[in-house]
């Protein structure tokens, strides 16, 4: 297995494809809260047939070790210094999905000299509301000291990140995969993990415009975690963004809508690929 060192523990990481010019962006694909880097499953082959994609799994999360205490602009430092330098990437195309495109969106502000592009799906440059902080902090809590029990991913989790149509046509089978992926988590790195991202994020708004990558914003139509006007108002925000609807689709675009995904992303790291 590889693994990479940084100052928020090692990180598994995964790579496939090759650059196909010497000095291509690395591909690197950042995974949501509670997920890991399987959930790019549909996206690696073909984003692989473009150049070199890293696949990492996030602190606490997959096969990486559990962090101490971070932030998220921690966390931002600790991929474009520490995993960058360790991997040779000199400059990487960011796909985040939700926690992941907050890394992508903070390297961006704070490391732009590293970051060619960034897509960001399903995210939020805002900070969490105080009514949900304190749920949030109390899920994390519960989650923490007894897993993540299928009845709590059924009645609480599965309603924000996925979408009726999905849990429709395949319900039982994600909640399954779900439950038991997010129990095979270390729980401290998990909570550090999820009190990092839900209940100390700080907005980053303000600084969007400094944004000089070029940017791909994409969403799921009925996203209730963070919901269509976020990436509205990120597109609306960092210069000359575009943004793309997935219809019919929650907060989990990629695993949701594959295809759909894949439609708009794999194009869009192509050019930047191509712009070098």
């Not at 060192?5 to 291509?24: I, S, V």
């Not at 205490?69 to 990437?89: K, P, Q, V």
């Not at 897993?147 to 994600?174: C, D, I, S």
Request: hydrophobic share 45%; net charge positive.
């Amino acid at each position: 297995m590889s693994y990479v060192r940084t100052r928020l523990g090692r990180w598994f990481y995964e790579e496939r494809g090759a650059p196909k010019r010497d000095g291509d962006p690395t591909i690197v694909l950042l995974h949501g809260l509670l997920f890991d880097g399987g959930m790019w499953r549909k996206q690696v082959e073909p984003l692989s047939a473009l150049g070199r994609v890293i696949v990492i799994d996030g602190p606490g999360h997959g096969k990486s070790e559990a962090p101490p205490r971070f932030t998220l602009e921690d966390h931002a430092d600790a991929l474009s210094i520490d995993a960058f330098g360790e991997l040779g990437i000199k400059k990487a195309i960011l796909v985040g999905l939700s926690w992941g495109g907050m890394i992508a969106m903070r390297a961006a502000i704070q490391h732009p000299l590293r970051v060619a592009a960034i897509a960001l799906l399903d995210t939020s440059a805002e900070g969490e509301t105080l009514t949900d902080k304190v749920k949030y902090r109390a899920f994390i809590a519960f989650a923490r000291r007894y897993g993540v029990p299928r009845w709590f991913v059924e009645r609480e989790l599965a309603p924000l990140m996925f979408g009726p149509k999905t849990l429709a046509e395949r319900g039982p089978e994600l909640l399954t995969t779900f439950t038991r992926t997010v129990n095979g988590y270390p729980r401290d790195g998990m909570a550090r993990a999820a009190l990092a991202v839900v209940v100390h994020r700080k907005d980053v708004t303000p600084k969007l415009r400094g944004i000089a990558a070029p940017t791909l914003v994409v969403c799921g139509r009925d996203d209730r975690s963070t919901p269509p006007a976020k990436s509205q108002a990120l597109s609306a925000k960092i210069r000359d963004a575009r943004l793309e609807w997935i219809m019919e689709c929650g907060h989990m675009s990629a695993i949701e809508r594959p295809d759909e995904v894949n439609a708009v992303v794999v194009p869009f790291v192509r050019d930047h690929i191509a712009r070098g």
